[in-house]
């Protein structure tokens, strides 16, 4: 079954530190999002991508950069973690604009 | 940019009752409304979309209800039962092409279903 992951679930990092975090969908979605969940806010967008290639600031991109190299795969990448960005990170795709977005488990991410 | 508020915070029922949940927006452009479903430790899941073109849409036990005019929008749930408990995300865009098209959610409210 199509499917989307996250990798990994969970992780510890220290701040300063480069984190990648692993996004993978096997749907042929073109439209990827990346969003950052914390408590009182709800889902922030973070970046996001129409197609390979593509890429697209959310309202909180500060610290953050993807890159789409491929369709499946939308990796996102804390250049130097600050304790500021722990969170629980989602992962989504749709395959047209303004319908469903499917997301992943989820990656919970402690910055110390 | 859009700016989407879900009121109230939190919302408790009694099982069987029925509960209701807003979401106002502040850009007349939005045409598209979802409403998110987050259990406890899980992902969120679409539950039901409106357009703008249509004023109301119903499945099953769930129903959303949108006030252009008004610019509100709101999520009617049926007959409660305990696994309705969550949070619950409303969300809006404005255009199905370009920058536009991206979701802006709500905080979330969490609602709780009392057996």
């Known amino acids: 079954d199509a499917e989307i992951t996250q990798s990994p679930r969970h992780k510890i990092t220290e701040t300063g530190r480069q984190v990648t975090l692993a996004c993978h969908q096997t749907?042929?979605?073109?439209?990827m999002f990346w969003y950052r969940q914390d408590l009182g806010h709800g889902l922030r967008l973070i970046h996001y991508s129409y197609g390979v290639q593509d890429t697209n600031k959310g309202e909180v991109s500060d610290g953050y950069s993807v890159s789409r190299s491929n369709t499946e795969d939308l990796p996102l990448t804390l250049e130097s973690a600050a304790s500021s960005q722990t969170s629980v990170y989602f992962c989504?795709?749709?395959?047209?604009?303004?319908?469903?977005?499917?997301f992943g488990p989820g990656t919970r991410l402690l910055v110390l | 940019g859009e700016n989407v508020e879900q009121h109230p915070s939190t919302l408790s029922v009694q099982e069987g009752d029925s509960a209701v949940i807003k979401c106002t927006y502040s850009?007349?452009?939005?045409?598209?409304f979802p409403w998110y479903k987050q259990e406890l430790g899980k992902r969120p899941q679409l539950i039901i979309d409106i357009r703008s073109n249509v004023g109301e849409k119903k499945d099953q036990r769930i129903a959303v209800t949108l006030n252009k005019t008004a610019k509100h929008f709101s999520l009617h749930i049926t007959e409660t039962q305990p696994e309705d408990s969550a949070v619950y995300f409303c969300a809006a865009s404005r255009s199905s092409t370009g920058a536009n098209s991206k979701l802006t959610f709500g905080k979330g409210i969490t609602l709780s279903v009392r057996p």
């Open positions: 749907w042929n979605h073109n439209n």
């Open positions: 850009d007349s452009a939005s045409n598209y």
């Open positions: 989504a795709s749709s395959r047209q604009l303004q319908e469903t977005q499917y």
